[in-house]
């Protein structure tokens, strides 16, 4: 199936050794600017008056996805840690809940194109036990030439990037009309209630829902982690909570689901609530993409798995649940919390 990509390219970290990967390296930033999306790797940094780890730590945070090679050297070690500055930086990618997509070089394979001399003998314990690691918490690719390696890329990115909503294929393009029927928006609410119950099925999928807008937007207080989990843009994202209406009853109606929105979806988002006056109650038909990401919760570090709904494009606004409207109005004045 054909794929488009956005007009704004996706930043994207890649992460490895250099001396024995520079050439894998290279081909994976060929194909990175092939797909029209933007490499950011070490070679590129330029001179700072920060440490190389801070230089390393805010590029990354500028990512929204990290591709981490592993060949036959530990690398470089930061002294306070002791750990490779390769690992420091898998390691804050899984804080800042990046997505990566790990690559290993067949060591067997007589292919392999690897200078003798970059071969680390000196940290292989550390080495083996960093690919443990990864292996532990992701699927692994492993690759023997550099064709090899720039194929998975080529496969493995744009699907890691249409799960982030960062691409749109043309079937979901063709999908995304404004002449919805009551019936499909009931179609989208029920296959909304399966992928509440069973979100790692359905994740990443477009459907239409009607959905009611039950609390005031929220803007730059949600937490960068939770909004790169989701594959949005720091600083540009709204959220809210919803319900969603005309479901079959599977799960709970009153429950609230989180919906986001960056882009031109939040500006849709944003002149529907204004034109109408009104947040709670406020009823809106929309695309939506199915997310299930790792997220963090409370005031700690603490990370979970979340179900919510990223806003793709704009239908239209159907009208104001005036009845719950003023139950919000009167809990409001009454000081009862929105739960």
Same mark, same amino acid.
């Given at each position: 199936? /054909?794929?488009?990509?956005?007009?704004?390219?996706?930043? +994207?970290?890649?992460?490895?050794?250099?001396?024995?990967?520079? $050439?894998?390296?290279?081909?994976?930033?060929?194909? *990175?600017?092939?797909?029209?999306?933007?490499?950011?790797?070490?070679?590129?940094?330029?001179?700072? @008056?920060?440490? /190389?780890?801070?230089?390393?730590?805010? !590029?990354?945070?500028?990512?929204?996805?990290?591709? *981490?090679?592993?060949?036959?050297?530990?690398?470089? +070690?930061?002294?306070?840690?002791?750990?490779?500055?390769?690992? #420091?930086?898998?390691?804050?990618?899984?804080?800042?809940?990046?997505?990566?997509?790990?690559?290993?070089?067949?060591?067997?394979?007589?292919?392999?194109?690897?200078?003798?001399?970059?071969?680390?003998?000196?940290?292989?314990?550390? *080495?083996?036990?960093?690919?443990?690691?990864?292996?532990?918490?992701?699927?692994?690719?492993?690759?023997?030439?550099?064709?090899?390696?720039?194929?998975?890329?080529?496969?493995?990115?744009?699907?890691?990037?249409?799960?982030?909503?960062?691409?749109? =294929?043309?079937?979901?393009?063709?999908?995304?009309? =404004?002449?919805?029927?009551?019936? %499909?928006? %009931?179609?989208?609410?029920?296959?909304?209630?399966?992928?509440?119950?069973?979100?790692? !099925?359905?994740?990443?999928?477009?459907?239409?829902?009607?959905?009611?807008?039950?609390?005031?937007?929220?803007?730059?207080?949600?937490?960068?982690?939770?909004?790169?989990? #989701?594959?949005?843009?720091?600083?540009?994202?709204?959220?809210?909570?919803?319900? +969603?209406?005309?479901?079959?009853? *599977?799960?709970?109606?009153?429950?609230?689901?989180?919906?986001?929105?960056?882009?031109?979806? $939040?500006?849709?988002?944003?002149?529907? +609530?204004?034109?109408?006056? @009104?947040?709670?109650?406020? %009823?809106?038909?929309?695309?939506?993409?199915?997310?299930?990401?790792?997220?963090?919760?409370?005031?700690?570090?603490?990370?979970?798995?979340?179900?919510?709904?990223?806003? $793709?494009?704009? #239908?239209?606004?159907?009208?104001?649940?005036?009845?719950?409207?003023?139950?919000?109005?009167?809990?409001?004045?009454?000081?009862?919390?929105?739960?």
């Amino acid at each position: 199936m /054909p794929t488009k990509l956005k007009k704004n390219p996706i930043s +994207i970290f890649v992460s490895s050794t250099y001396k024995d990967l520079s $050439a894998y390296r290279n081909e994976v930033e060929q194909k *990175l600017i092939s797909m029209e999306q933007a490499y950011k790797g070490m070679e590129y940094f330029g001179s700072s @008056s920060t440490t /190389p780890l801070e230089v390393c730590k805010q !590029k990354l945070s500028e990512c929204k996805l990290m591709v *981490l090679l592993i060949g036959v050297s530990y690398g470089s +070690i930061e002294p306070k840690s002791g750990k490779s500055f390769t690992e #420091i930086e898998y390691d804050y990618a899984e804080e800042l809940s990046i997505p990566i997509l790990c690559y290993f070089a067949d060591t067997s394979s007589s292919n392999l194109e690897i200078p003798f001399d970059a071969v680390d003998t000196t940290n292989k314990g550390k *080495l083996d036990a960093f690919k443990e690691k990864i292996r532990a918490d992701h699927l692994v690719s492993e690759f023997t030439t550099t064709e090899d390696l720039g194929a998975k890329v080529l496969h493995d990115v744009p699907a890691e990037l249409e799960k982030l909503s960062y691409l749109s =294929t043309s079937e979901s393009k063709k999908a995304v009309t =404004t002449d919805i029927s009551v019936d %499909i928006l %009931i179609q989208g609410a029920n296959l909304f209630e399966k992928f509440w119950l069973r979100p790692q !099925k359905l994740a990443g999928k477009l459907v239409p829902l009607r959905l009611r807008i039950n609390k005031k937007l929220s803007g730059w207080k949600v937490k960068d982690e939770l909004i790169r989990s #989701i594959g949005l843009t720091v600083g540009d994202t709204v959220s809210t909570e919803v319900s +969603i209406q005309l479901g079959a009853g *599977l799960i709970d109606d009153d429950g609230d689901t989180d919906l986001f929105a960056d882009g031109e979806a $939040a500006d849709w988002l944003i002149d529907q +609530i204004q034109a109408t006056g @009104s947040v709670e109650g406020c %009823i809106i038909d929309c695309y939506v993409r199915f997310v299930y990401s790792r997220a963090p919760v409370g005031g700690g570090n603490k990370m979970v798995n979340k179900a919510s709904l990223v806003l $793709a494009n704009g #239908i239209g606004f159907v009208g104001v649940d005036k009845n719950y409207a003023i139950t919000r109005q009167s809990e409001m004045q009454l000081g009862i919390p929105m739960t």
